[in-house]
Nanobody
Framework: VQLVESGGGLVQPGGSLRLSCEAF????????MGWYRQAPGKQRELVAA???????NYADSVKGRFAISRGRAKSLLYLQMNSLKPEDTAVYYC???????????WGQGTQVTVSS
């Protein structure tokens, strides 16, 4: 399975970005897809996740500002980021975890920089 992220970039505080992730290959239908981020000098942290049943979970720091969703094609994952803050600056990674096999796949990451 290969995960390819896109949509990162430089944005001013208060702005918006939409990240996309496309999965290629074959994976189990019972899975959780998510977005993680890692800022310089910090550990990778969960931003948001969505199950194959469309249940969602968000980090407290992004609740009310970010929205995770799946595309009609189950290979697509999105993260709509609004009201961005400088502390949202990080490399954002797409993740797919098969619930039954516990196999985890990662994308290569996309840089998001929030700065004036």
């Amino acid at each position: 399975v290969q995960l390819v992220e896109s949509g990162g970039g430089l944005v001013q505080p208060g702005g918006s970005l939409r990240l996309s992730c496309e999965a290629f290959g074959i994976w189990k239908s019972n899975n959780v897809m998510g977005w993680y981020r890692q800022a310089p000098g910090k550990q990778r942290e969960l931003v948001a996740a969505i199950t194959s049943g469309e249940s969602t979970n968000y980090a407290d720091s992004v609740k009310g500002r970010f929205a995770i969703s799946r595309g009609r094609a189950k290979s697509l994952l999105y993260l709509q980021m609004n009201s961005l803050k400088p502390e949202d600056t990080a490399v954002y990674y797409c993740n797919l975890a098969e619930s039954d096999t516990k196999t985890v796949y990662w994308g290569q990451g996309t840089q998001v920089t929030v700065s004036s």
